[in-house]
Structures are given as structure tokens and as C-alpha cells.
């Protein structure tokens, strides 16, 4: 159905943006509002069938496993990083976070949805807000790398592991309470 609906938006954007340039004077609209309608359901399809995707059973339980492994590995590896930052070239960390983090961030971000269909959307901001403020800390470490800035490389790294940490830390604590109903 997903797919149904990719093609649904992708027609109905072609079809509209064709009738559009037909007469430069005037616009069908009657078949410009149709093509345009057609679009929206496919947006519509798309994202209900992603969101019924996300609250069956497995795939709750598979992207909760990959949620916890990111993390651990996300926070294993930026505290790898932070004890290493003396002995690893400013301009050279930007590179160290692509190779070694760049995959573990994505896994995350691809079955962090899934934090809100089990645990609930208060929980699911919770994660989040401390996910998201390590994520730009490391941002802010790349973009300092690349200026070889030094001293804000160091002090981003100190905050970036802290709020890692911090995600693991409220992640492992909804597990923990969680009782299946």
C-alpha cells in the first residue's frame, strides 16, 4: 500500500505540473484540483501504511532490539572518541564520526518512531530531546572539525557523550518499567 501510494503522489504531482504548463494564459483547474487531490490520497496511503507497518508486533520488538543496540554503540563509541581526543587530529574527527558513528546514528533514527508506538509519545519526547541535542553536539563537532577549532571540539565531545548517555539512561529505563498490556 505504501508503494501504491508513492505512485499516487508521484502521478498526481506529474499530472498536475503538466496541466499546469498547458495553456500559460489559463489553468484547468477542475483537472489541476483532481491531479493535485490525487497526490494528497497518495501522501495518505503512504503514511498509513507506514504507520501500520510501525505498530505491528515484530516490527515494535525488531526496531526496539536496534534501538538498544544504536545506543549502546552510539554511546560506546562517542566515550571512545571523547577518551581519544587528545591523540586524534582536530581536522581528522569530523572523519572519525562519519566512519565510526554514521551507521549506529541512522539505525536509530530509522526505528525511533517506534519509541512512541510502545512506550508512548511523553516517553518517546523524553528519548528524543536528550537524542537530538547529542546528535547536533556531534554537528557541532564535525562543523568545528572542519574549522579546526579545537577547544570546541573537546568541550562538544564532553557534551555530546553526557546526552548519549543520557538518551541510553531514559531508553533503558522505559524498557525496564514496561509491562506489555
Known amino acids: 500500500m505504501q508503494r501504491i501510494g508513492y505512485i499516487l503522489v508521484t502521478v ?3 499530472a498536475a505540473s503538466f496541466v ?12 489541476f484540483l483532481i491531479a493535485a487531490a490525487l497526490s494528497v490520497l ?14 505491528h508486533a515484530d516490527t515494535v520488538t525488531s526496531n526496539i532490539e536496534d534501538i538498544d543496540k544504536s545506543l549502546k554503540a552510539i554511546v560506546e563509541k562517542v566515550t571512545q572518541l571523547n577518551a581519544q581526543k587528545g591523540e586524534i587530529n582536530t581536522y581528522d574527527m569530523r572523519h572519525k564520526i562519519d566512519e565510526i558513528l554514521l551507521d ?12 512512541g508506538v510502545r512506550y508512548g509519545l511523553n516517553a518517546y519526547a523524553d528519548v528524543m530531546s536528550h537524542y537530538a ?6 554537528n557541532r563537532i ?4 572542519a574549522d579546526g577549532y579545537i577547544d570546541e571540539v573537546n568541550a562538544f565531545l564532553d557534551r555530546a557523550q553526557a546526552q548519549f548517555v543520557a538518551t541510553q ?9 514496561y509491562r506489555p498490556t
Open 133 to 138: 541535542a547529542g546528535e547536533r553536539y556531534l
Open 12 to 14: 498526481g504531482f506529474l
Open 169 to 177: 539512561e531514559v531508553f533503558l529505563k522505559l524498557k525496564a518499567e
Open 104 to 115: 549506529d546514528l541512522n539505525t536509530f533514527v530509522e526505528a525511533r518512531e517506534t519509541i
Open 20 to 31: 499546469a504548463v498547458q495553456d500559460v494564459r489559463s489553468i484547468n483547474w477542475t483537472w
Open 142 to 145: 564535525w562543523s568545528a572539525s
Open 42 to 55: 497518495g501522501v495518505a496511503l503512504a503514511q498509513y501504511a507506514r504507520r501500520a507497518q510501525a505498530v
